[in-house]
């Protein structure tokens, strides 16, 4: 019996030890503006001398800016053997204080496409030329305004492989732009979500169809806005909750996604 435990132990040590995400911290710029992001990888899976590059994953944030759920997102990937990084959309220690600022700093972006793709490309830049990424497969996933800006990166022509929105808005202002997509697109979507209305979804579909980009969608019944994240709660009254359920799934299609994108 202690035999037994001893090698229990052994093979609990060895799996924990298998795993060892590193976290860095990049400032880069737009004109005077500092932006601060953070790339996270697993050194045991990936090096900086080009003999074990790994694809990379770009993470826009939701409307809070940049915080520890990302980063624990870019753990994640890291930690499945993807190069993280988080990128940062409103600036270094820019943050909304709260929800209500949250909807101001958001709208900015939202109203302004263009300097919204502008950041979004700044922060692809820092995957693309990172020693850790191989370039040839780089995709984008977001979350709510986040999930935004995966659809805004794609429709710039970025030269990516894919992109994932997660409970993101899906407005299609300049429909024109569906042309330039060169990535495949995956949205991950609530079912009862009240803040993305029927018209919007009907206008992406045609933007999407119209250009012939390869898309699909997933619904998740009983799924509101924000129903990967636990500090949005529970009560789906107030249209912004977690699901556990939603939020499961929805990471397993973001798995089977990339396992079909990275595909040689």
């Not at 053997?81 to 988080?86: E, L, N």
């Not at 710039?156 to 990535?183: C, Q, Y």
Request: neutral net charge.
């Amino acid at each position: 019996m202690i035999k037994n435990w001893c090698f229990l132990c052994l093979c609990l040590t060895a799996t924990v030890a298998s795993a060892e995400v590193k976290t860095e911290t990049v400032i880069y710029r737009d004109g005077e503006t500092v932006l601060e992001g953070v790339m996270v990888w697993d050194t045991t899976k990936v090096n900086g001398n080009g003999a074990k590059k790994q694809p990379g994953v770009l993470i826009v944030h939701q409307w809070l800016g940049l915080t520890d759920y990302e980063k624990g997102r870019a753990a994640q990937l890291a930690e499945m053997g993807y190069v993280a990084f988080a990128l940062d959309i409103y600036g270094q220690k820019t943050r909304p204080a709260n929800v209500q600022e949250a909807g101001g700093f958001a709208g900015k972006y939202k109203k302004d496409r263009n300097l919204y793709r502008k950041r979004l490309q700044l922060g692809l830049e820092q995957l693309q030329k990172s020693p850790l990424v191989d370039g040839s497969k780089i995709a984008a996933i977001g979350y709510c305004f986040g999930g935004t800006g995966t659809l805004e990166l794609a429709r710039s022509g970025a030269p990516i492989n894919g992109v994932v929105s997660f409970h993101g808005g899906l407005d299609s202002p300049t429909p024109e732009d569906g042309k330039k997509i060169r990535s495949k697109v995956l949205i991950l979507h609530g079912a009862d979500d009240p803040f993305v209305p029927v018209n919007e979804i009907d206008a992406m579909k045609k933007e999407f169809d119209t250009a012939k980009v390869d898309w699909q969608m997933v619904y998740y019944s009983g799924a509101v806005h924000s129903f990967t994240q636990k500090m949005a709660g529970n009560d789906n009254s107030k249209g912004a909750a977690y699901n556990a359920s939603a939020d499961k799934r929805s990471w397993e299609a973001m798995k089977d996604f990339f396992d079909e994108v990275f595909a040689k």
